[in-house]
């Protein structure tokens, strides 16, 4: 992190001249602060479900999501509906033992996994309307990654993340790369 970073950052998203431009520049930024995938998204408040998204996750990976309903079971999700500022997952936790454990929570935590989407964090931020949000999903090989709470590069991830959800919500529910 260098000295200029924060206005670096805004730099890269205020000089892009359309929305291609600002989801390569949050990739980008998204990247330098140790995420190696990135999903914002816009919500209605209190509905549980993903009606605008941008990805950088694989079409695979999205195609699976959406077809086994795994937003019905999504921690993240769930979370920033019901209104938490934030949310983070370890893929690859939950006890097959736990009968609290669903068979589509169990696959989605295995196949988030599977599919190297090993943590995620979510940010929730304000949206364009009373009733709508916006969602920023950070996705790194392990926790550590953001680094530690507390430190600078952790703040940055965050300062990061709420940049990104402000700035890169796709102008498009199918847009994909």
């Not at 730099?11 to 602060?33: L, P, R």
């Not at 033992?97 to 979510?122: C, F, M, P, Q, V």
């Not at 530690?148 to 300062?159: I, L, T």
Request: one cysteine or more.
């Amino acid at each position: 992190m260098h000295k200029n970073f924060t206005i670096d950052c805004v730099d890269q998203i205020a000089g892009a001249k359309d929305a291609a431009e600002v989801w390569q520049a949050s990739k980008n930024i998204a990247a330098s602060v140790g995420a190696h995938s990135l999903v914002t998204a816009e919500f209605h408040t209190g509905i549980q479900q993903l009606p605008r998204k941008q990805p950088s996750m694989s079409e695979a990976w999205i195609d699976e999501y959406v077809g086994a309903d795994y937003a019905s079971v999504d921690p993240l999700l769930k979370a920033v509906v019901e209104g938490q500022r934030t949310a983070s997952v370890l893929s690859g936790q939950l006890d097959l033992r736990d009968e609290k454990n669903s068979k589509l929570d169990l696959d989605l935590d295995h196949n988030l996994k599977a599919a190297g989407y090993n943590y995620l964090t979510t940010g929730r931020y304000i949206g364009q309307t009373a009733s709508t949000f916006r969602g920023c999903t950070m996705i790194a090989d392990s926790e550590t990654d953001f680094g530690k709470a507390g430190s600078r590069q952790h703040y940055a991830m965050e300062f990061v993340r709420g940049l990104i959800a402000r700035s890169a919500t796709g102008p498009s529910a199918d847009n994909r790369d």
